[in-house]
C-alpha cells in the first residue's frame, strides 16, 4: 500500500520563535501518524518541521533548488537536487497527497497555486501571517469549488488529513 506523503510549505527564514515551534510539532505528529513528508528541504518552517519528524521517526524528504545534496538541512532523510532553483516549486505539490502551508512569502504563494491548479488539498495554518493566512477559507479561482481549509491547531490539521485522503 502506498503511503501517504504530506508536503509542508512555508518561510524560508523565521524570526517566529512561535512558528518553528508549530512547525516542529507538526512535524511530529505527521511522522506518529505515518504520513512521509515533504519540503524544500531547507530552512526555517522546512527544517522545523523535518526536526520534528525525524525526532518522531519519520521519513523526510527535500526538494532542493540546486543540484547540490549538502544545501539540505541535517533533518532531510532523502534529498533530491533539482538544479531548477524556483521551477522546483512544482515537486512538492505534485508529489503531496496534501499541502500545508504555514506562513509563506513569494516562494510558497507558487506553490500554493501549483497545488491549487493540480487539484491538490491545501490547508492554510492562521496564526502566523503570511499567505497561508491570507487564502485560509478562500478560494483561488473558480476552477475549483472547495477553500484552501484553514486551520489553527495540530490536531484540527490531522482530522482534516483524514477527511481530506479518506484514509
Same mark, same amino acid.
Do not use: C, Q
Given at each position: 500500500?502506498?503511503?501517504?506523503?504530506?508536503?509542508?510549505?512555508?518561510?524560508?527564514?523565521?524570526?517566529?520563535?512561535?512558528?518553528?515551534?508549530?512547525?516542529?510539532? =507538526?512535524?511530529?505528529?505527521?511522522?506518529?501518524?505515518?504520513?512521509?513528508?515533504?519540503?524544500?528541504?531547507?530552512?526555517?518552517?522546512?527544517?522545523?518541521?523535518?526536526?520534528?519528524?525525524?525526532?518522531?521517526?519519520?521519513?523526510?524528504?527535500?526538494?532542493?533548488?540546486?543540484?547540490?545534496?549538502?544545501?539540505?538541512?541535517?533533518?532531510?532523510?532523502?534529498?533530491?537536487?533539482? #538544479?531548477?532553483?524556483?521551477?522546483?516549486?512544482?515537486?512538492?505539490?505534485?508529489?503531496?497527497?496534501?499541502?500545508?502551508?504555514?506562513?509563506?512569502?513569494?516562494?510558497?504563494?507558487?506553490?500554493?497555486?501549483? #497545488?491549487?491548479?493540480?487539484?491538490?488539498?491545501?490547508?492554510?495554518?492562521?496564526?502566523?501571517?503570511?499567505?497561508?493566512?491570507?487564502?485560509?477559507?478562500?478560494?483561488?479561482?473558480?476552477?475549483?469549488?472547495?477553500?484552501?481549509?484553514?486551520?489553527?491547531?495540530?490536531?484540527?490539521?490531522?482530522?482534516?488529513?483524514?477527511? =481530506?485522503?479518506?484514509?
Amino acid at each position: 500500500m502506498r503511503r501517504i506523503i504530506i508536503g509542508v510549505i512555508g518561510d524560508s527564514e523565521v524570526e517566529n520563535e512561535e512558528e518553528l515551534i508549530f512547525a516542529e510539532k =507538526l512535524g511530529e505528529a505527521l511522522a506518529r501518524e505515518g504520513y512521509i513528508v515533504i519540503n524544500g528541504g531547507r530552512g526555517g518552517v522546512m527544517e522545523a518541521v523535518s526536526r520534528g519528524a525525524r525526532r518522531a521517526g519519520g521519513l523526510t524528504i527535500g526538494i532542493l533548488p540546486s543540484a547540490s545534496k549538502d544545501e539540505a538541512n541535517r533533518y532531510i532523510e532523502i534529498a533530491i537536487p533539482t #538544479s531548477m532553483g524556483w521551477g522546483r516549486n512544482i515537486i512538492v505539490p505534485l508529489a503531496s497527497d496534501v499541502v500545508i502551508a504555514i506562513g509563506g512569502k513569494a516562494g510558497t504563494l507558487s506553490e500554493i497555486a501549483y #497545488s491549487w491548479m493540480h487539484g491538490k488539498p491545501i490547508i492554510g495554518v492562521v496564526g502566523f501571517g503570511g499567505w497561508s493566512e491570507k487564502l485560509a477559507g478562500k478560494r483561488i479561482d473558480d476552477r475549483r469549488s472547495d477553500v484552501i481549509h484553514p486551520a489553527r491547531e495540530i490536531g484540527e490539521i490531522l482530522e482534516l488529513i483524514k477527511k =481530506l485522503v479518506k484514509s
